[in-house]
């Protein structure tokens, strides 16, 4: 268990609708990154964020977009969805920004299914 | 940010051979890290390697940062099941107080017993 914990596990929706997926980060974590894992492309970088300002956008589509909370958890809201979107969705958090890397704790995903 | 190519793609071996995994880039790297996610599971990470040439072991694994900083290798010795899952290694970008991961496509490693 890292400590990262994500809501829902599963989400099965339909084309054109909204979803939102929830992220609690490592107590003490100021900094989450989303992913999104799909067969063909990857583990992706989608967006950070460190103490509530977003910090680094990586392949997000502008259909996507997120949060970061006073009490730091994350929301990372889809839109428009598309079949292509359905993936694997990680959230992870690691202590803070610096100069070098720190590692990074992922959740257990969710997994969109869109039909 | 900096782009890493990860081979082999799969990799399927008998129980108690070795494994390895090598992760390449065209620029200098200033860090790596490795990855490994279980099927089912979550990317967990093994290590960082920062330094010319270093090396580190986790028991039956080996990670090595080559001289250049442009390459690095993952090797399990005497694979076991517990071994399998997908291997990734990741290069950190940082600056202007932002940060991000950029993975590679990762290894996929069977281990038939």
């Known amino acids: 268990d890292s400590g990262v914990t994500q809501t829902p596990k599963h989400l099965i929706t339909a084309t054109g609708q909204r979803v939102t997926l929830r992220c609690s980060p490592r107590?003490?974590?100021?900094?989450v990154y989303w992913y999104q894992q799909s067969l063909d492309q990857g583990l992706q970088f989608l967006i950070q964020y460190y103490n509530g300002e977003e910090r680094a956008k990586g392949n997000i589509l502008e259909r996507f977009s997120a949060q970061q909370f006073p009490d730091l958890h994350s929301e990372l809201n889809l839109s428009s969805l598309e079949l292509g979107d359905s993936a694997l969705y990680f959230c992870a958090s690691s202590p803070r920004i610096a100069a070098y890397s720190y590692e990074q704790y992922f959740g257990p995903g969710t997994r969109l299914t869109v039909t | 940010g900096q782009q890493v190519m990860q081979i082999p793609q799969y990799q399927h071996v008998q129980e108690g051979e070795d494994f390895t995994t090598y992760c390449n880039s065209s620029?200098?790297?200033?860090?790596i890290q490795w990855y490994k996610q279980r099927p089912g599971g979550h990317p967990v990470f093994l290590i960082q390697l920062v330094k010319s040439g270093e090396v580190k072991k986790q028991k039956r694994l080996t990670f090595q940062f080559g001289e250049a900083k442009k390459n690095s290798s993952l090797h399990i010795t005497a694979t076991q099941t517990t071994d399998v899952g997908t291997y990734f290694c990741?290069?950190?970008?940082?600056?202007?107080?932002?940060?991000?991961?950029?993975f590679g496509k990762g290894t996929k490693l069977s281990v038939i017993p």
């Open positions: 107590s003490g974590d100021l900094s």
């Open positions: 990741a290069v950190a970008y940082s600056g202007a107080g932002s940060y991000q991961l950029t």
């Open positions: 620029t200098t790297l200033s860090n």
